[in-house]
């Protein structure tokens, strides 16, 4: 994971603007993990935390790795690219 240079860009501020977006950067800095997973670590709803994951890949700090099935669903795995 890379650090992101310019700490005032918009993206960065956004990015950091929740605590529970700037948890899940923190997370996801050295593993890949699930919204799932992390909705359980954090002990926030499982909405909550895919709608910041949603944000943070929008910005361009997360990327999708893997997709699995999962009891009729499919799992989406995300890791962190930047760090700010």
Avoid: C, W
Wanted: glycine content about 6%; hydrophobic content about 40%.
């Amino acid at each position: 994971m890379k650090p992101y240079a310019d700490i005032t860009d918009p993206r960065v501020v956004k990015a950091l603007a929740h605590p529970v977006r700037a948890q899940v950067l923190a997370m996801l800095g050295d593993r890949v993990a699930s919204p799932n997973e992390l909705s359980r670590e954090l002990g926030v709803a499982l909405g909550s935390v895919s709608y910041h994951v949603r944000r943070l890949v929008s910005l361009g700090f997360l990327e999708l790795v893997r997709k699995t099935p999962r009891r009729g669903a499919i799992e989406h795995y995300y890791t962190a690219i930047h760090r700010p």
